[in-house]
């Protein structure tokens, strides 16, 4: 069967950085603490007046294309994983196209909280493997500090804004997406969400004075079942498909705490030096994360390396993606 592969990375962060020093002037916490229980330094922030999800997605597809010697009209499908969209509608993708010149193409988002980019890159495939489509581009981009309370320091520390894409492309035998297990509980649901802002609560004034257009987020629950869960799901894609840790190249895993990284990289059996790391640059990005890794990294990676890419979400999503690198 035809395999789609990763030809092309592109990542992009804004400028402004907001250190954990900025922080401590905001809430109540300093830089050990944060350190200590989440590893992240800083992370960026969008700012400017009507800038979305899509500015960021737009500058990481612009880049993408540029370095893969693409032109729009030569783009199939972009698919957007996203849960900060520019509006409930139209679609982030259907702006990032417009933003790029890509035109007449489908593009539609997906919402799985912070496993976004994994269930995407599930989908995307999909279209180069069957043979009806020859380029797909993938895209994360989230700009969390929209929906960040910066008064409640036990959330805000966490999220930063970003934005990275993919280009799929039929593989050469023997390399590119091998296989992919995507799931989800939607026991979940109370443990990490934004309660308004959709059909159930619409916006009002008692929704905005009860601060519910912000991410809640109940910190134990959801590293326990984030702990148990991507790393579970990482064994079993290694396990399917006869994988050992030695040759693991590289553990690709969603930058939401070090220390959950760090359970499955030993669930896994790989050691840290085989982990992409960069939560301390951004903190959780949450779909941006996996992509910006992936271009934080790039120029380590070499064809044939095996990785598995792996991410929890709130809802609660999850999932596990095999690659054996493509460049």
Known sequence: MMKAAITGVHGYVPDYVLTNAELERMVDTNDEWITSRTGIKERHILKGEGKGSSHMGAEAV???LAKTNNAPEEIDLLICA????DYVFPATANLICDMVGIRNVGSFDIQAACSGFLYALTVGTQFIESGKYK???VVGADKMSAITDYTDRTTCVLFGDGAGAVLLEAAEEGFGIIDSIIRSDGVGQYHLFQKAGGSRYPPSHETVEKRWHYVYQDGPSVFKFA???MADVSAEIMQRNGLEGDNVAWLVPHQANKRIIDATANRMGIGSDKVMLNIHKYGNTTAATI????FDYESQLKKGDNLVLAAFGGGFT???VYVRWAY
């Open 318 to 320: 999850w999932g596990a």
């Open 135 to 137: 380029k797909v581009i």
């Open 291 to 294: 992509p910006l890794c992936l």
């Open 62 to 64: 612009r880049g993408l």
């Open 227 to 229: 702990v148990k869960n």
């Open 82 to 85: 996203t849960v900060t969209p």
